[in-house]
């Protein structure tokens, strides 16, 4: 039970080093016990919040602090605290919003949602300024189904991004991410760039557009797209695996999970000798993917091995997970295609990047904005721990920032990179598949 005598002291002004510490010896004289505390600083302006269990004259305490405050330049209010006893624990979520741009309204709209939910924000934590801006904030209380489903409306009439996760001790240690690879990882979808080079573009782009949607079943489209590869140069393979472009923020996702101990992983519907790409550029640490058939230095239209499909790629989720140790509930699984729908659906996180209509309704969280690095944010890291740890690693070599083109987002802003897949490691046509990479 907090003490009857508790007073609520309320500090605002222009921040200034010592503040904080000056208040607190001003306490300390009048035999004042802190039991609470928070303290937050915008743009130079301080507002500081301490609760006290008094020891001497509640008259006295005041004038102290006053006295203190004054020459700091910094204003004090006081509020006298009654008795209470704690509060039962309430369910607590962290809510992500994400936008670009990130309007007023748009959080009216959100913060409303979250009232009429019964629930109440207890904190909010910018986490980032660009390229998209976005906020944490930590949510107590309301109904959980009702808060999500409130949510994912509002965020869809807002034209924002909206992610609810349960506030716990394991938030932070989702320790294995598997992204998938076309139009994910890499811009676009590389069938369709081989395509190009065979004259069929426009039958395979079509084929592609019906499974990705989930018109048609994966495996029977991927083999018809592939028969019309048939007789396409290993080279025009190369050609296109060296001319991969990286989405938006994809090293600066991989670097920092990195630092962090995740486990890395790609699973794609699409080809090993683009994985196997990936896999040495990014130094991931799994890989599955489909082997293409070669003979004679062309493809035959055919596959070796196995599919990748959509319950393959949830069976390689589980098979990665548990050979690095990592419980499915310390997951993260990101896609775009119907046919991830699965591996987001046995994820912990499942987040749907820029992805169709049925994978947007499905997953748990959705990012529509054009930078892969947006899924840090979801994991509760900012921006300036970011950079902060860009600038005290000595290897760090930062890439030129692009613009992203203008059909990949409707408001177009700076990237954190693009950057062409440049490492050209050896083929492996003559390997059985679909390949799993350590």
């Known amino acids: 039970m907090d003490d009857a005598t508790a007073l609520l002291v309320t500090v605002t002004g222009r921040d200034r080093p010592g503040v904080t510490s000056a208040l607190c010896t001003a306490l300390d004289s009048q035999g004042a016990r802190i039991l609470d505390m928070e303290q937050v600083v915008i743009r130079d302006r301080l507002v500081l919040g301490i609760l006290t269990s008094l020891g001497a004259d509640e008259d006295a305490t005041r004038a102290a602090l006053v006295d203190c405050a004054t020459p700091l330049g910094v204003t004090v209010e006081f509020e006298s605290v009654g008795a209470r006893r704690p509060e039962r624990a309430r369910v607590r979520h962290h809510v992500t919003v994400l936008g670009q741009p990130l309007r007023a309204g748009a959080l009216a709209a959100i913060t409303g949602a979250i009232a009429g939910c019964g629930a109440n924000i207890d904190r909010i934590v910018r986490l980032s300024r660009y390229p998209i801006t976005s906020f944490e904030l930590v949510v107590s209380g309301g109904d959980p189904g009702q808060l999500r489903r409130d949510l994912a409306a509002e965020a869809a009439a807002q034209h924002v991004d909206v992610a609810v996760q349960r506030a716990t001790l394991y938030r932070r240690a989702k320790r294995l991410i598997v992204l998938d690879v076309d139009s994910t990882l890499v811009q676009g979808e590389v069938i369709e760039l ?8 426009d039958e395979v782009a079509e084929i592609t557009a019906r499974a990705m949607t989930g018109e048609l079943d994966f495996e029977a489209s991927l083999r018809e797209r592939v028969a019309l590869l048939d007789g396409v140069p290993v080279a025009m393979l190369e ?5 991969l472009v990286l989405t938006p923020g994809a090293q600066t996702l991989v670097r920092t999970l990195r630092r962090l101990g995740y486990v890395l992983a790609v699973v794609s519907g699409g080809f090993t000798a683009i994985t196997d790409l990936l896999v040495d550029q990014l130094g991931l640490d799994y890989a599955a993917a489909n082997v293409l058939d070669v003979r004679d230095g062309v493809l035959t239209g055919q596959l070796v091995g196995p599919i990748v499909d959509r319950s393959a790629k949830a069976d390689w989720l589980a098979r990665f997970a548990a050979d690095a140790g990592v419980p499915l509930s310390q997951t993260v699984a990101v896609g775009d295609g119907a046919n991830d729908l699965d591996m987001l659906g046995r994820a912990g996180l499942g987040i749907a990047f820029n992805a169709k209509p049925i994978v947007r309704e499905a997953a748990d969280t959705v990012v529509s904005v054009p930078y892969l690095d947006a899924i840090l944010f979801l994991l509760g890291i900012t921006r300036e721990e970011i950079e902060d740890a860009d600038a005290e690693d000595p290897a760090y070599v930062p890439a030129p920032r692009v613009r ?20 050209r490691p050896e083929a492996n046509p003559g390997s059985v598949g679909p390949e799993a990479t350590r």
Do not use: F
């Open 194 to 201: 081989l395509a190009a080079h065979a004259g069929r573009a």
């Open 239 to 243: 050609h296109v695996r060296d001319h």
């Open 404 to 423: 992203v083109p203008e059909d990949t987002a409707s408001q177009v802003g700076w990237g954190a990179e693009a950057n062409p897949g440049s490492v």
